[in-house]
């Protein structure tokens, strides 16, 4: 019986560990949580919000509203999911 060389290709096939050390420890499942639930009304608000003060510092020039919004709901956005944008870092 003829045998084949490669019955499977490389990248499907499982190395053994080497001899004389231990193999390495799988890195254990990371937890997917879910970010918590904030009601659509509720983040249109505090985008708003964020705006306002947005163009309150800017001392309200007109033709950057979109702007504002657009960097407003980004920084929302972050701190709801937990991450800390430029703009609040530094208080």
């Given at each position: ?82 991450g800390v944008s430029a703009g609040t870092?530094?208080?």
């Amino acid at each position: 019986m003829a045998r084949e060389k490669n019955p499977e290709p490389t990248a499907n096939r499982r190395r053994a560990p080497r001899k004389g050390g231990a193999a390495p420890e799988p890195a254990p499942p990371r937890a997917q949580t879910q970010p918590p639930f904030v009601d659509p009304q509720q983040r249109t608000t505090l985008i708003a919000r964020a705006a306002y003060f947005r163009a309150l510092n800017r001392g309200f020039a007109p033709g950057e509203e979109l702007e504002d919004w657009l960097a407003a709901e980004a920084e929302v956005d972050a701190e709801l999911l937990g991450g800390v944008s430029a703009g609040t870092a530094d208080g």
